[in-house]
């Protein structure tokens, strides 16, 4: 069975740095893209970006260039998003996904709810 | 940037209706447009994708349409389940995009 299963939920303050992890099981993890996807109700769903897990390729969204690090470990299955300076608009709910068809992305994890305040 | 529009931005109907739901592009995104369905709590699920296309283990209810710049979802017929919000997503050009969301609430 596939599963992406998320890190928890994170409550921290702005300036503090934080790395959240997705680890995948049941397929071949270097096969696949893997997309970070962040949800606010103010801006719906939006990628973050993408890494793929059988080279080095990396592609961010121009919004979060600079923003944040994506990176993963092959050796544990686990691909990971970062920040250095945490921001309150940073708050959000933050999805890893599984590319199925390109740029479409079928197995997600179940979500890690990020939230950043004084 | 291409900007997906959804409509209308909530849909009331009852189990058993067909419900048809709209997205539009702001430029062609030629038939790189898929469907994805939220219910609360839970990660957006891959309904359809290039424009028509069922995702694996998707009920035949589920279909999708179009090319270019206008699409549509449409579900055949309404089970308890499906009540839930819809997004279409484009892969044409990078950074993908989703629109906004359909919200098809029980009447």
């Known amino acids: 069975e596939v599963q992406l299963v998320q890190s928890g939920a994170e409550v921290k303050k702005p300036g503090e740095s934080l790395k959240i992890s997705c680890q995948g099981s049941?397929?071949?993890?270097?096969?696949?893209?893997i997309a970070w996807v962040r949800q606010t109700p103010g801006k719906g769903l939006e990628w973050v970006g993408i890494i793929y897990l059988g080279g080095s390729d990396i592609r961010y969204s121009p919004s979060f260039q600079g923003q944040v690090t994506i990176s993963a470990d092959k050796s544990i299955r686990t691909a990971y998003l970062q920040w250095s300076s945490l921001r309150a608009s940073d708050t959000a709910m933050y999805y890893c996904?599984?590319?199925?068809?390109?740029?479409?992305?079928?197995?997600w994890g179940q979500g890690t709810l990020v939230t950043v305040s004084s | 940037e291409i900007v997906l529009t959804q409509s209308p931005g909530t849909l009331s109907l009852s189990p058993g209706e067909r419900a048809t739901l709209s997205c539009r592009a702001s430029?062609?995104?030629?038939?790189?447009l898929g469907w994805y369905q939220q219910k609360p709590g839970q990660a957006p699920r891959l309904l359809i994708y290039d424009a028509s296309n069922r995702a694996t283990g998707i009920p035949a209810r589920f279909s999708g349409s179009g090319s270019g710049t206008d699409f549509t979802l449409t579900i055949s017929s309404l089970e308890p389940e499906d009540f839930a919000v819809y997004y279409c997503q484009q892969r044409t050009n990078w950074p993908w995009t989703f629109g906004q969301g359909t919200k098809v609430e029980i009447k």
């Open positions: 996904a599984r590319q199925a068809v390109v740029g479409y992305f079928d197995y």
């Open positions: 049941g397929y071949s993890f270097t096969s696949y893209w």
């Open positions: 430029q062609s995104v030629s038939n790189y």
